[in-house]
């Protein structure tokens, strides 16, 4: 794809009512749950973006079939699990697609090849090979030891006692979940602390439970998932992505504006919603309805010091919004932004340092002083990360001639993002 550049010009005082894209994370649960289910699914308001389409397309590759409707998918699972497919399983650069997957596919019999583009190529995936492997898979990296491309020979899980390190991605752990029910025998899922990103494996089994799962926590690290057990088919309603949504607050933030965001609710699961405390932290106006929330901006942003490893997505939003708030931002535990999309801590110091802010990058973390950004001398580059073209869209609020190079990034999670910045704009 060829890249392209968008221009943004400064805006005070935005007002807009957005309606958001299905959450990623969400999408790309129900669509695995709908595919390991007995009976065809229904999913509503799902995110139609590359990273989904991709997991969406593996299943069909693995015999699943998709209609795709307006603003629906039903899925009508695979005959027999699997279907042997033809040729690789190519995940570009989704790391939830390749590490739920890898679990999905072992439930069933048959020869997989998983490959993705260059940076998936520098994803770990080792920590879930390895627990496979206690389930009695075959796994087989063709490249580099722990990562992909992976090939794996499986004839189901086994069931039985699984420890699985999570410390450098919950997906690893969230993987093994959404496949424990489908093993031959109960499934005992422990984890090493520390985990990364917690709030994510809350989700997964929040979403279990609500499609009828059961499962119960033995001890703070471990759960016990009876099985077999079918996945019900699914009716599911996908709501809007928090992480999506983080744009438009922080645009209300840095602007001394107001944007409403819907469909989401209070008790939302997804663990992005939590940036809205720290953005009341920051000194901003929050205000929950039953669908959506408003955010408000203050006259001054405040700095904030922030473990940040529940929110790793959230980094690049919060460190644009530490660049213009007063004062000195410290965000910590977040090692894991390495070996997301992009280098996230060092691309955002990179990008950052284009803008004139004063920023040290940390082992696992960021330094940054906010109140110095003027315009850039260079175009600001999305490194291929859709959350990087996104966050820093939002300094192009606050000071004049930013442009972002390589916007078409945005696809990944959000394809519409630009059309519906473009209502922030005068
Ligand atoms: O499970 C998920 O849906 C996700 C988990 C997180 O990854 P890590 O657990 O690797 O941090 C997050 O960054 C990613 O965007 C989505
Ligand atoms: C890290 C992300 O996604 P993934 O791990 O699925 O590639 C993201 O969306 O920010």
Redesign the pocket.
Known sequence: MSKTIKKIEPVSRVKARIRLPGS??VT?RALLMAALAQGESQIKNPLVAEDTLLTAKALEQLGAEMQWGEQIVRVIPAQKRWKEPHGPIFLGNS??STRLLLAVAATGTGEFLFDGSPRLRERPIGPILEALKTLGVQCQCLGQEGYPPVKIISRGLAGGEVWVDAG????FL?ALLIASPCARKEMRVGWHEPI??FP?VA?TLSMMEEVGIEYRWSGTNRIIVPAPQPYPALKYTVEGDCSSASYFWAAAALTQGEVYTHPISPGSSQGDCRLLEVMENMGCRVQWEEEGVTVSGPERLKAVDLDMNKM??MVPTIAVLAAFAEGHTRIRNVA?LRV?ESDRLHVVAMELSKLGVPVRELPDGLEIDGGHAHTPDTGLEAHDDHRIAMAFALAGLCVKGVEIHGAESVAKSFPTFWDVFAQLQP
């Open positions: 990623k994370s790309h790391g939830t450098q991605s919950s997906q969230s990364a990103s994510y989700l790793p997505d894991h997301k």
